[in-house]
């Protein structure tokens, strides 16, 4: 495996990824009932974007930099702006959160999260992140393996954040197949999955599949920043929500159009 998130750590993909992760997070906070995370595709939890790894491929720059800059931007998006904005003690952008941070930003004294990562540099400093905090338990282990066994969770609420790197090419079908078993053992809980959107086909034979699972309810976002003519670009993402909180598909349909024009590269909107 030698997939790193440093390269694309603030993009327009995260973005989109942790303003929906910080939505999803906000709807356990409407009751005291513990609940617990799985964070399947942890990462390091904070990134230095100024770090050669991260300029290298600069993609930050027309991500979390140019939300940064905008005076107009959603209510429902100034939560998940906070947060990184916290992380900086001044008002230079440096510190970046991945998902482990958000998270953790939500927990209460009462629940709990569980980070997996099977890098192994990525995982020791994942490690020395969070190591004080006891309501964080890390696992070195694939993220198939740890969905099997750690579902289902013994709050009886929780989230399971799926957001594969996507080096193989069977990753659609295990994740579906993943999905098929967790649901089985843990059919309450709310499933968010990130996806890049490619080839436009495999997405729509993905979508099929989704829906073809026991679940009550199915929410799809999307964000498509570019044309689909060229299936091996990075042209959007999507995030597949099984059991989606009451009106979280109206506070992502009103900042998606928002998302969209502040990232579109083409001309024409998409």
């Known amino acids: 495996m030698n997939y790193r998130h440093i390269h694309h750590a603030g993009n327009f993909a995260d973005v989109f990824k ?125 993220a198939y393996q740890a969905i099997n066994a750690l579902l289902p969770f013994k709050q009886k609420r929780g989230l399971i954040l799926i957001d594969p790197p996507f080096e193989q090419k069977n990753e659609f079908a295990a994740l579906s197949k993943s999905l098929q078993n967790a649901l089985h053992k843990f059919r309450q809980g709310i499933y968010a999955i990130w996806y890049p959107i490619k080839d436009y086909e495999i997405v729509q034979a993905f979508y099929q599949t989704l829906n073809s699972l026991d679940h009550d309810e199915l929410f799809i976002a999307e964000l498509i920043i570019d044309n689909l003519s060229n299936p091996l670009r990075l042209n959007g993402c999507g995030m597949a929500i099984i059991n989606p909180p009451w009106q979280l598909a109206c506070e992502v349909n009103d900042g998606l159009p928002y998302l969209r024009d502040l990232f579109c590269r083409t001309s024409g909107k998409t």
């Open 18 to 142: 942790h303003w929906i992760l910080t939505l999803l997070l906000q709807h356990f906070h409407q009751k005291d009932k513990p609940f617990a995370v799985l964070d399947t595709h942890a990462g390091i939890g904070f990134y230095d974007l100024h770090s050669a790894l991260a300029e290298k491929t600069n993609e930050a720059s027309d991500g979390i930099f140019k939300l940064l800059t905008q005076t107009d931007v959603p209510e429902s998006m100034h939560a998940y702006i906070d947060i990184v904005k916290m992380l900086n003690t001044t008002n230079k952008l440096s510190r970046y959160p991945g998902s482990p941070a958000i998270i953790q930003h939500y927990l209460r004294e009462q629940d709990d999260c569980h980070v997996c990562e099977l890098h192994d540099d990525d995982f020791q400093t994942l490690k020395s992140n969070f190591f004080h905090d006891k309501r964080i338990h890390m696992h070195h282990t694939d």
